[in-house]
């Protein structure tokens, strides 16, 4: 029953992380049409894309949990198997991703765009935090695919 019930939350913890990360993905290229063009739909576009942040972030640190029920009730047979250990490294690099490009990225937008909204010239940091953001999702998407990819081809 434990294995069970750690496997639901498991799935679900990867449905946010899913919804949150493909989502923030799918707006990304509107947010940055929005920040270049200085549209009407900038603030909901920029609203929407910090809750898919907070979706994706809330799906990893129950991923962290739920994962670590999981090895706890599957007696950690799996720990240390080097698929494990791959999958484990992504789930690493994409807290790394997280925190270290789409975070600031993120921190820096908003401000930024209250700066150029009084009239000063921000564009190449509106830049950069795009670019960072852009990076963000390509490598958070590319883990997160692997991460799948390994689980659907070691436990059939």
């Keep these: ?12 913890s990867m449905a946010l992380l899913t919804a949150g990360g493909f989502g923030g993905a799918l707006l990304f ?5 929005a920040v270049r063009g200085g549209t009407p739909q900038l603030p909901g576009l920029v609203t929407a894309t910090r809750y898919l942040s907070d979706m994706a972030r809330i799906g990893l640190v129950l991923m962290l949990v739920t994962g670590a029920w999981l090895l706890y009730a599957m007696h950690w047979v799996e720990y240390g198997m080097p698929w494990m250990t791959f999958k484990l490294t ?12 789409a975070t600031p990225a993120g ?7 209250a700066r150029r ?4 010239d921000v564009a190449a940091e509106l ?6 953001l852009g ?19 070691e436990t059939r």
């Design 1 to 12: 029953m434990t294995y069970r019930l750690a496997m639901i939350l498991h799935f679900f």
């Design 29 to 33: 290229g509107r947010l940055a049409a």
């Design 90 to 101: 992504l789930y690493g690099v994409m807290w790394a991703l997280s925190l270290g490009l």
């Design 107 to 113: 921190l820096r937008l908003a401000p930024a765009l």
């Design 117 to 120: 909204a009084k009239g000063e």
């Design 127 to 132: 830049d950069a935090s795009l670019a960072r």
């Design 135 to 153: 990076w963000a999702h390509v490598g958070m998407i590319a883990c997160f695919v692997a991460i799948v990819a390994i689980v659907v081809l």
